[in-house]
Structures are given as C-alpha cells and as structure tokens.
C-alpha cells in the first residue's frame, strides 16, 4: 500500500496514520425542549460493557436554562471527535447566536440538531422547527458541504406512538419544502434523552455518525493524498516550485 511504498521515506514527525477532523455540532431550538439534557446525555456515551448500566441510570448534573452558548468538546466511540454547541433559547441571547453561527458555520462541515418537543401541539411543534431554520437560513450558510439537519422530537415517553407518527409527518412536510434548501435534512429522530444509552439515544448517535462521517469526507485530506504529497515534496523539493 502506499505507506509501505512511501511510509519509510516521509519526514520525522510525519503523521503516519489520518488526522481527523473535528465536527461541529449546534444544538438548537427553544428554551425548554432539552437541548441541555441532550448534551448531557451526547457526552455521557460509554462502552459496550457500560450499556446496560447507563440505560437503567438517568443522566445528571445538567446545566438548567442556559445562557449564551456552551462548548463542549466530545470524543464518541460512535460519532468521533467533535465540538458540540449548547445555545440557550431564550429569545435575549439571539443576537449573540447570530455572531456565534455566522463565524463558525462558514468554512466548517456542521451538524445542526434542532431540538422540538413532542409534547407540544402540532401548531406550535411545526412553528418551533420553522422558527429555527428560518433563523437559520440568514446565516449565510456555506453551499459546501451543506449542514445536515437532524431534527429531535425530545420528551417521546411523555406522548403515544400515534402521536410521534403524526409529528414525524409534519416534519417530513418541512424537509421537503422548498423555503429551506440551504440545509440537508437527514432524519426526523424521537428520544429520551433522560438516559444516556437508551436505544433512541443511540440511533441519534448512529444518524450522527453518518452525518459526521460524510462531512468529513468532503473537508479533510485523504492520507493517501497527504502521504504523496510528502514524499513528493521531500524527494524533488530541488526540482519542484510549491
């Protein structure tokens, strides 16, 4: 392969595996749907043998109501390496959302959740998703790669089947409308968050991990790339004009 034809050529301190690329992931939406308890539950993934344990235990220590915007960085077995963002619903830190996004969407594979409760009614769960993406919308969004979209119906113990079938519908109407094609919307996923490792947590994890894994795919180097140009670059560095 081309690190045994190239590997034993490459500098000292030349990577010798692929370096990778941290994803942002924005959690929005308003104040009061979890985004913070889904945060918490997101930076709470163990291991295999840890499974069972997290699943009967409900998360803790989350931080209630927000402000600004809270970074925390996250190393998943499942999504990898990424910078997950906390924003605070409350309609004051708006403004501060606007700088926030505008200068780290841009140039940057992003991963928006955008969390709605189930519990609400269809008029005002459809208005929460539209709010947010209409908000959204006005920042500029790079064209590539698109943000993916994963919209999260939170609180689904606290509603029917029927019901989250009928929300996965309207938001199956939003992701095909036309008003929003800034965006790539990937899924439509119902959870309790309450638990770190509940079977709905990790199917987000898993959508997550597609997403993540497509983004940085259209960012980073290939090391195969990366390992070519080196050698290339050390071997005729007399003869070549980079």
Known sequence: DIYKQYGKQLP??????????????????????????????????????TYVKKWVRQVSGIQINTAGVIPH?????????????????????YSSHDVMLRSSIVGSPAVILLVASLSLNDEEFQQSILRWLAFL????????????????????DEVTSAGIRNKKSLTSSIA???????????????????????????KLRNQMSESCTILRHKTEITFTCHCLYVYLLHT????LAI
């Open 236 to 239: 005729f560095r007399d003869s």
């Open 73 to 93: 960085e996250i190393h998943s077995r499942t999504f990898g390496h990424a910078i997950v963002y906390d924003f605070a619903g409350h309609e004051e830190f």
């Open 12 to 49: 000292e301190g030349c990577p010798r595996k692929p370096t990778e690329s941290v994803v942002k992931v924005f959690i929005v939406g308003k104040q009061g749907m979890g985004k913070s308890t889904l945060t918490t539950a997101l930076k709470g993934e163990g291991g295999i043998l």
């Open 137 to 156: 919308e006005n920042q500029d969004i790079p064209e590539d790669p698109q943000p993916h979209i994963i919209i999260v119906g939170s609180h689904a």
């Open 176 to 202: 095909t409308s036309l008003a929003f094609s800034s965006f790539h919307f990937v899924a439509f996923v119902p959870i309790d968050c309450r638990y770190a490792e509940s079977p709905s947590m990790s």
